[in-house]
């Protein structure tokens, strides 16, 4: 059977492209990028050509990237390699940027939770009063993981730098999706991970302004200007800096094609079917991101359903799965608790075609009927 996957969220396939060109580093071309001979410095113009490839995407400098092992490594050295004693951070960040908080709350630094309305979108007045008590950290995501609800981080990056306070955003979500500029949002750290566009997974990179003196929480060798000691991964990097490439050349145009998708989905989704909510913006949303709530659904059964027929969909953040709870995400909404449900989460990307779509559409229905039919509470419904 074959496999419709609409979980690009948690994580994308391989691009063959990027794949081409990170072979040669995993076989012939294997030197350490620290070595003084040509095998070395071969090694290094690849990652320096990636770390260009990179900073092109979000108009940066080459020399503020740094290569990371991922995301939540990127989003762990932004929050701690900066010595403040006083964070902010949004109530639906990942669990990233929210444990690297809470772990430097038990330090003894002041962390607050900054609300966000019932579409996802950061409250103002309340970054407005963490500023006033005297944050000097903010950080907050570009776009969300599981609601999809993207973020004014232009007018958040101004509210900071009004303030010299430091502004901290992960795009893991957003890198290579959505236009970032540093310069114009006022960013000064930005995290990415390679995995979410087609890149390898284990790889990610954090930029950091030149305005921004952070610790390293890593301690041997030189590598990457002291921040991150490690010997490269020189073929994962190199894939991460052809995967910004592609999706630089490709971006508008698969925004369109996924938000199409999107709104086909949502429509079908909310007019033909009882009893479901969409979650998070409506308009201000990553392309492609969908994420239901079906009263009535016992949402691990919902996902087990589509798995046997062949469809990869999640309930919610990939690294989460196993909490039976409603997400924080969906807490910091205020998702109604009254009634049982179950949140979908359909994230479309480059590999998919219309008639995946279609069959999703096909399928779907009926799939949530036989799931609701199961749930105990059901026969209180109809
Ligand atoms: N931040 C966000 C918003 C994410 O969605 C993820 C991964 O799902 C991460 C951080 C972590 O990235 P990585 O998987 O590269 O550690």
Not at 267 to 280: A, F, P, Q, S, T
């Amino acid at each position: 059977m074959p496999i419709l996957y609409f979980d690009n969220a948690a994580t994308t396939p391989l691009d063959p492209l990027v794949l081409r060109e990170m072979l040669p580093h995993l076989k012939k071309e294997f030197g350490n990028p620290e070595s003084p001979y040509s095998l070395g410095k071969r090694a290094r113009s690849a990652v320096d050509l990636a770390r260009t490839r990179v900073a092109e995407l979000i108009n940066s400098s080459p020399d503020e990237i740094i290569f990371t092992g991922s995301g939540t490594e990127s989003n762990n050295l932004a929050l701690k390699g900066t010595s403040t004693g006083h964070l902010a951070a949004s109530a639906v960040e990942h669990h990233s940027v929210l444990e690297s908080c809470r772990f430097l709350e038990t330090g003894g630094a002041r962390f607050d939770l900054i609300s966000v309305d019932h579409l996802g979108r950061l409250n103002m007045s309340s970054l407005g009063s963490s500023l006033s008590r005297g944050a000097g950290l903010v950080s907050v995501m570009h776009a969300n993981n599981e609601i999809g609800t993207i973020q004014p981080i232009l007018e958040i990056g101004k509210a900071c730098r009004d303030r010299r306070v430091i502004l901290h955003v992960d795009a893991v979500q957003t890198f290579g999706h959505l236009k970032i500029d540093v310069r114009k949002m006022k960013i000064d750290l930005l995290s990415l991970s390679a995995h979410k566009i087609y890149g390898p997974k284990g790889v990610g990179a954090l930029f950091i302004g030149s305005n921004v003196c952070l610790t390293s929480h890593l301690h041997g060798g030189e590598q990457e200007r002291h921040l991150r000691a490690s010997t490269h991964n020189v073929a994962g990097i190199v894939g991460l800096g052809m995967a910004a490439v592609l999706a630089g050349e490709r971006q508008d145009q698969e925004a369109l094609k996924q938000s199409s998708w999107q709104d086909m989905i949502r429509d079908k989704v909310l007019h033909g079917m009882e009893r479901v909510r969409l979650n998070g913006d409506p308009e201000l949303r990553l392309p492609g991101n969908l994420s239901f709530t079906f009263d009535f659904v016992d949402g691990k059964e919902l996902i087990a359903e589509l798995d046997r027929r062949g469809i990869c969909a999640s309930g919610g953040a990939a690294c989460a799965t196993s909490d039976p709870r409603p997400s924080h995400v969906l807490q910091a909404i205020g998702l109604p608790q009254d009634i049982p449900h179950g949140t979908l989460r359909l994230s479309l990307g480059r590999f998919n075609n219309d008639l995946e779509i279609e069959k999703l559409l096909r399928v779907l229905p009926g799939v949530i009927e036989k799931v609701r039919k199961k749930h105990p509470l059901y026969e209180m419904l109809f």
